[in-house]
């Protein structure tokens, strides 16, 4: 009977470790947008600040967002890569659907296992035409991450409900 308790307390104690130590690329997100509020219907340079933390050191692979079909994506700045080198010189573009990446070089669903990012924090920005507003619009993202030690290796969110300034609506005293 004193070994099954002594067993019991221990895994009630290393229980939460193991649980604590599991959460992967998950700890990673989108942070804001700037300029928040958008400006009038236009072409303007679009940013996303991107938190990647990992406590497994699972570094990040790619970041991608989907912006609304109406709008024109120019150009997409891929910021400086700090993970693995063999992801040098990383590129950045867009997919089908009006969605803006930024990836390493090595990228491959399911993971390069050398990412392109490690834990900090970066700007991920576009050069965007917003035709007229047809709002409010949201941003679905993802950021994927290289593989490495255990599952989640993907995290996904959306920023919801954003508007133009022109749109917005003050109140004045």
């Known amino acids: 009977m004193k070994k099954y308790v002594v067993f019991c307390a221990v895994a009630m104690l290393v229980a939460p470790l193991a ?13 804001s947008y700037t300029p928040d509020p958008l400006p009038a219907p236009g072409t303007f340079d679009l940013c ?30 891929l ?4 993970g693995c080198s063999g992801a040098d ?21 399911g993971g390069s296992g050398c990412g392109a990012w490690l834990n900090g924090t970066y700007d991920f920005c576009a050069n965007v035409t917003e035709a007229a507003y047809a709002g409010p619009y949201d941003f679905p993202w993802t950021i994927w991450g290289d593989g490495y030690n255990a599952a989640p290796h993907s995290v996904s969110g959306t920023i919801t409900g954003v508007v133009p300034v022109e749109l917005m609506s003050f109140d004045v005293e």
């Open 19 to 31: 649980i604590a130590q599991t959460e992967q690329i998950d700890a990673s997100t989108v942070n």
């Open 48 to 77: 996303f600040n991107v938190t990647v933390d990992s406590p497994d050191l699972e570094y990040m692979d790619r970041f991608e967002i989907d912006l609304p079909d109406g709008w024109t994506i120019n150009t997409v700045t």
């Open 79 to 82: 910021p400086t890569l700090t």
């Open 89 to 109: 010189p990383g590129a950045s573009g867009t997919d089908a659907g009006n969605v803006a990446y930024w990836q390493g070089s090595n990228y491959a669903p």
